[in-house]
């Protein structure tokens, strides 16, 4: 079990954009494993490898009550979208803050499992919201950046006062 340092908002290393995963070896298993590791120590429901300094498109989620249903979503493309749902959404990259956030309610991806294997999902509710955060950080996006210019910076103020205590 390995413990990942994760990237807090707003360190530029998390606007880097994730390049496909290639290799499907023993190297990807242990940093899927870590991922979790990392995902279950901060109490989170997802997490991106661009919020450990991994520039790949992995993603690992569990939004299960019990936390013993895990996720891994390699490669992940979006296929189909419809409907509009709100979600009160958190980020371990950007502690502390909650904002509501437009999302697709249903999506369809295409991912590939941590064998290479091509699988798609549908997903609606928190799943559909989870997906899209995670997705929005292999690209570089955090999500406060949908919100305005003032509370963007009012964010990035408080954090980094909380950071230097
Ligand atoms: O733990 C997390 N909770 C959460 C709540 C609402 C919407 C999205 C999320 S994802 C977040 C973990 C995280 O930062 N993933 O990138
Ligand atoms: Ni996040």
């Known amino acids: 079990m390995a413990l990942l340092k994760v990237l807090k ?5 998390l606007h880097k954009v994730a390049e496909r995963v290639e290799d499907f ?3 990807l298993i242990k940093f899927v494993d ?3 590791d990392t995902m279950y120590d901060q109490k ?3 997490l991106a490898a661009t919020q450990v300094d991994v520039h790949k498109r992995i993603i690992v989620i569990d939004v299960s009550e019990d936390k013993n249903e895990a996720i891994t979503l390699i490669n992940p493309t979006l296929m189909q979208f419809s409907g509009d749902q709100q979600y009160d959404e958190g980020c371990l990259s950007v502690p502390g803050f909650f904002e509501t956030i437009n999302r697709h309610e249903n999506i369809k991806i295409q991912y590939q499992d941590i064998e290479g294997n091509l699988k798609e999902l549908t997903a609606n509710g928190l ?3 989870c997906i899209q955060h995670e997705m929005d950080h ?3 996006k955090v999500f406060v950046e949908y919100l305005s210019q003032l509370k963007q910076q009012r964010i ?3 954090i980094q006062k909380l950071l230097k205590n």
């Open 156 to 158: 990035k103020k408080k």
């Open 44 to 46: 989170g429901i997802g």
């Open 25 to 27: 070896d023993a190297a």
């Open 34 to 36: 870590d991922m979790k």
């Open 138 to 140: 292999l690209v570089g």
């Open 127 to 129: 799943l559909s919201v």
């Open 9 to 13: 908002y707003p360190d530029p290393r």
